[in-house]
């Protein structure tokens, strides 16, 4: 009984004393996981070029190797705050001993307890929280050993002096000596350098512009500590004492970059490695990714000119719509007044609310709490629905965007309509620019990925390809007349007719009707063709999934800038398949890819030498979603569209071009896709909820010259090409309008010529007619060759 009496003495507290080790140690680190530790990091995002254009962070932190910190800057914080840290082993018994008696003569009065933590306990305290407790303090000791235990001290150093909080949102030494003194950590004095070593314990109390006698002795407390400790020699301290403290004032955490490829970036990231630190080690702020994405700055900045240009045109002389919103007047009022979006687009846009009026004039003020005035005759635009202007309507609470002008401050509108943009690259797919709407600050809605619209005669190439596939030609003969077909008893017959209600023009060439873009040709075709095969086409192109019925031939299916634009570049890249991408690849925070768009293997690629066989080249079969011959038919047909059909808006631009404009029934959207051998781009333009745009608005004249002002900026430095033609493919001469096959006249330059080089499959070329009557008179033709001849005299090429 004894002895079990004595097993259950020595036994029940050391069962007692495991039961707190584990309830202390639950949830914490271990050894192994914390010699892998790694701060949270921003992710860089780099263009096409590798410049840096924003960063995904949500606090300031730049990390810092342990090996390029100043020694000074280390020595200072360990003076300030540990001063025994290179020879504890994470816990300062002497330290405790004394804080426990100033916290019992605490629990009698109002002050705050205090803490003898090291700088090693400060890195465990970041991982186990700030309560204040004596539980907490327990297992911040034990994890503060765990650390000593896992990391060498220059290893605990590195992770302090990169994640402590030192005001100003900065975490970690070199944001915050960006934030104080607008420099890095390299460039800071000694002086500077012993007040970032004060801010560890309140950065809001030592702050150096509201408290600067408080942070100044503060800063020459650490400096003597410093002297004390041997790091640095009396007269250095007392050189620093005299320094004056001086710091820039506190500036905003940078907004990342607004702009729809940025954002689309950001939620393609989140949804491959998460968002947050929790979500794993390469999350998007947490894990210090490296991003190098397709973008262009050059065609992003011309996208976003060119489609807010276009936008803003259609609205010109359109009445005012009214204030954007209201906010309510009094105190604070700049805050609730950056607090509202507003589209302002443009950069000399602003933001502005009526603070009072003086007649038709109205008093403005701006988000930074400074005003002006808005003259009433740079508010004439006429209210919609009244016959009063906007400067007798406008009263204080509104909310306006107003520019300024030579002649003072103008009210400006935000458009109503909006619109979405890609441009691609042919040979990759990969994504040069995007734009989602008039601004993406207020605006998260990305037009170009998120809307699906009918895209008109823009999907009529679509058609034609598929029926070049099922025995036309471009120089088909199709009548463009009447077509009428029988749906089901129920819905009876549907007769279509062409846009605008343009009369027939009888028997044309196929190439014809895709330039002029005749509807009814184009059904005539497609009924031929078949629905079926033309709705295969477009789902293998990625366009969409239809029902095979005829009105999806003229458009009628829904799809988005960004599907459509692939399409096209499919076909420019000679039917093969393509995938549209905007990241190219990621790297973690130690350089290594862990994501690449493009993953083929290219065995011999990174050879040292060349070892004189072939050239090595990626892996991998190419699909073809379309014959490259049709391809090129359909492209040297579309190429006609720009030179005398409804793209000739874009002739200025002087280079090949080819591309297909398109209006939907209402108008409701214009639209506008095409490009060169190197890149396409697309766009529309249409009201969010599908309205009417007037009868004057078309593709040719709306949408057309939004991408000529686009590529007169975006393609100025790329080269002049023309379209490759693949094997397989013959050019023949023949009648433009007749296509029917011409000898001894050669095509010209000019804007409608007679005779044009056509391209067909071998076998589908017009056949040889020896007759003088098949010989144009508008132009000598010279003497009828035989088939012998004519090909000895081409070299076998028509």
Not at 134 to 151: D, G, S
Not at 607 to 612: C, R, S, V, Y
Not at 727 to 750: H, N
Request: positive net charge.
């Amino acid at each position: 009984m004894t002895r079990n009496r004595l097993l259950l003495l020595i036994g029940l507290p050391l069962l007692l004393a495991g039961f707190f080790y584990w309830q202390a140690t639950k949830g914490l680190p271990s050894e192994a996981e914390l010699a892998s530790f790694t701060p949270a990091l921003p992710s860089t995002v780099r263009d096409v070029n590798g410049v840096i254009v924003t960063s995904y962070t949500r606090e300031r932190r730049i990390f810092v190797p342990y090996a390029e910190l100043p020694p000074r800057l280390v020595q200072a914080y360990v003076a300030a705050e540990d001063k025994t840290f290179f020879e504890h082993g994470g816990i300062d018994w002497l330290g405790i001993v004394s804080a426990v008696f100033t916290n019992i003569e605490s629990l009698f009065s109002d002050a705050r307890p205090v803490g003898a933590s090291t700088i090693t306990q400060q890195v465990a305290k970041s991982l186990v929280g700030n309560e204040v407790s004596l539980w907490r303090k327990i297992r911040e000791a034990i994890l503060a050993r765990r650390l000593e235990a896992a990391l060498s001290k220059q290893q605990i150093l590195e992770i302090y002096l990169n994640q402590i909080f030192l005001g100003r949102n900065a975490y970690g030494v070199e944001a915050a000596a960006q934030a104080y003194f607008g420099k890095s950590v390299d460039g800071l004095d000694l002086a500077q350098m012993a007040f970032m070593a004060i801010l560890p314990k309140a950065p809001s109390t030592y702050d150096p512009i509201r408290r600067r006698e408080r942070a100044l002795g503060r800063r020459d407390y650490v400096l003597r500590q410093m002297a004390a400790n041997d790091f640095i020699t009396e007269a250095e301290r007392a050189s620093a004492t005299a320094s004056p403290l001086e710091a820039i004032p506190n500036r905003a955490l940078p907004r990342p970059r607004d702009d729809y490829f940025i954002e689309d970036v950001r939620r393609t990231l989140i949804a491959q490695f998460g968002e947050a630190q929790e979500n794993g080690p390469n999350s998007v702020y947490g894990g210090g990714l490296w991003i190098r994405t397709s973008l262009d700055p050059v065609m992003q900045a011309a996208a976003e000119q060119a489609m807010r240009d276009g936008m803003t045109r259609y609205e010109a002389g359109r009445p005012w719509r009214g204030p954007v919103a209201r906010i309510e007047m009094g105190d604070g009022w700049p805050g609730r007044l950056s607090g509202t979006p507003v589209a302002l687009g443009y950069r000399q846009w602003a933001k502005a609310v009526v603070l009072a009026k003086q007649g038709n004039d109205s008093v403005i003020g701006f988000t930074d709490g400074s005003s002006g005035t808005l003259p009433g005759r740079n508010a004439a635009r006429p209210y919609r629905g009244s016959n009063r202007s906007a400067a007798q309507v406008l009263r204080p609470g509104d909310v306006i965007a107003v520019a300024r002008t030579p002649a003072g401050w103008a009210l400006r509108q935000p458009p109503e309509i909006s619109g979405g943009f890609v441009a691609e690259e042919v040979a990759t797919g990969r994504v040069r620019a995007m734009v989602g709407g008039f601004d993406a600050r207020a605006q998260a809605f990305n037009r170009a990925t998120q809307a699906n619209r009918q895209p008109g005669s823009t999907f009529k190439p679509i058609v034609y390809a598929t029926a070049m596939d099922n025995g036309f030609t471009p120089a088909s003969i199709v009548v463009d007349g009447s077509y009428c077909v029988f749906q089901t008893k129920l819905l009876g017959t549907k007769c279509f007719k062409n846009f605008n209600n343009m009369r027939s023009a009888g028997p044309q060439t196929l190439r014809w009707g895709l330039e002029q873009s005749r509807n009814l040709m184009t059904v005539r075709i497609a009924d031929a063709t078949g629905m079926d095969r033309i709705t295969a086409q477009a789902k293998a192109l990625g366009v969409g999934d239809y029902q095979p019925v005829l009105s999806i031939a003229l458009g009628a299916g829904e799809t988005t800038v960004m599907k459509l634009t692939n399409a096209y570049a499919q076909i420019f890249n000679q039917g093969r398949k393509l995938e549209p991408g905007l990241i190219d690849y990621v790297q973690d925070r130690s350089g290594k890819v862990i994501w690449r768009r493009d993953n083929r293997g290219c065995p011999g690629c990174n050879a040292a030498e060349w070892n004189g066989g072939p050239m090595p080249r990626p892996q991998g079969r190419i699909e073809q979603v379309m014959d490259a011959r049709t391809a090129y038919q359909i492209l040297h047909v579309m190429e006609g569209v720009i030179q005398r059909g409804t793209g000739t808006a874009l002739l200025p631009l002087n280079r090949p071009l080819a591309g297909k404009t398109g209006t939907t029934n209402g108008p409701n959207d214009v639209w506008f896709v095409g490009g060169t051998q190197d890149v396409v781009a697309g766009l529309y333009l249409g009201y969010d909820q599908p309205r009417s745009l007037g009868g004057y608005a078309q593709g040719g004249t709306t949408a057309a010259p939004i991408w000529r002002q686009w590529g007169q900026v975006a393609l100025k430095d790329w080269p002049t090409l023309p379209f490759a033609i693949p094997p397989g493919v013959r050019m023949v001469r023949i009648d433009r309008r007749s296509g029917k096959r011409v000898f001894g006249v050669w095509p010209d330059a000019g804007y409608k010529p007679v005779v044009i080089w056509e391209a067909f499959k071998p076998d589908s070329e017009p056949r040889r007619i020896n007759r003088a009557a098949d010989l144009f008179d508008r132009r000598s033709a010279g003497p009828i060759r035989s088939d012998a001849e004519f090909l000895e005299s081409e070299g076998g090429i028509y």
